[in-house]
T-cell receptor, first 115, second 118 residues
Framework: AQSVAQPEDQVNVAEGNPLTVKCTYS??????LFWYVQYPNRGLQFLLK??????LVKGSYGFEAEFNKSQTSFHLKKPSALVSDSALYFC?????????????FGKGTRLSVIA | DSGVTQTPKHLITATGQRVTLRCSPR?????VYWYQQSLDQGLQFLIQ???????AKGNILERFSAQQFPDLHSELNLSSLELGDSALYFC?????????????????FGEGSWLTVV
């Protein structure tokens, strides 16, 4: 079975500083990895995904994530945080060639960017 | 706007009652997924339908059921409601049968239906 861990419930960063939201995964094969963001009282919005190829994936709103197979990680990063980035971030994994296995989500990390 | 439409946005009902949540997927998407988001359980996958057929089942209670209609919209039926069923219920859709089987198969989420059981 696949699983995702987001080790930090909360991440605080000052505006303009780089941010990292951590994600590690566990699957028995090759993963597809995703990041979603949830703003207050809104649905989940797709940010980016890793399917194959380049380990550095660029997504929406200046976010990027690096797939590291040896460390089974897929950390979300942004060079310069904005106050508007404050939200709940979810990492998710799906197993490649798994038939109908759905996305499994981590518990989420609340990012707070302080002006 | 993801293109996934859910109704109602908010619903308050009493214990023991039954409710139906409705979802219209993005145009052209054949797969519909239902997720439950609660404070203590996080995002839990409930069930997936593909072109009218059930394709995957997660932690869905027997009191809950879903279906996908020929026009591809889906309904999630929650019955004999308990206080613990209070949560945000998301519908999501994708074009393919598998999440991310190809680069086009991103799952897109609706805004959710807030259910409060009192």
């Amino acid at each position: 079975a696949q699983s995702v861990a987001q080790p930090e419930d909360q991440v605080n960063v000052a505006e303009g500083n780089p941010l990292t939201v951590k994600c590690t995964y566990s699957v028995s094969g090759n993963p597809y990895l995703f990041w979603y963001v949830q703003y207050p009282n809104r649905g989940l919005q797709f940010l980016l995904k890793y399917i194959t190829g380049d380990n550095l994936v660029k997504g929406s709103y200046g976010f990027e994530a690096e797939f590291n197979k040896s460390q089974t990680s897929f950390h979300l990063k942004k060079p310069s945080a904005l106050v508007s980035d404050s939200a709940l971030y979810f990492c998710a994994v799906s197993l490649r060639n798994s038939g109908n296995t759905p996305l499994v989500f981590g518990k989420g990390t609340r990012l707070s960017v302080i002006a | 706007d993801s293109g996934v439409t859910q109704t109602p946005k908010h619903l308050i009902t009493a214990t023991g009652q039954r409710v139906t949540l409705r979802c219209s997927p993005r145009s052209g998407d054949l797969s519909v997924y239902w997720y439950q988001q609660s404070l203590d359980q996080g995002l839990q996958f409930l069930i997936q339908y593909y072109n009218g057929e059930e394709r995957a089942k997660g932690n869905i209670l027997e009191r809950f059921s879903a279906q996908q209609f020929p026009d591809l919209h889906s309904e999630l039926n929650l019955s004999s409601l308990e206080l613990g069923d209070s949560a945000l219920y998301f519908c999501a859709s994708s074009s393919g049968i598998r999440a991310a089987a190809t680069s086009g198969n991103t799952i897109y989420f609706g805004e959710g239906s807030w259910l409060t059981v009192v």
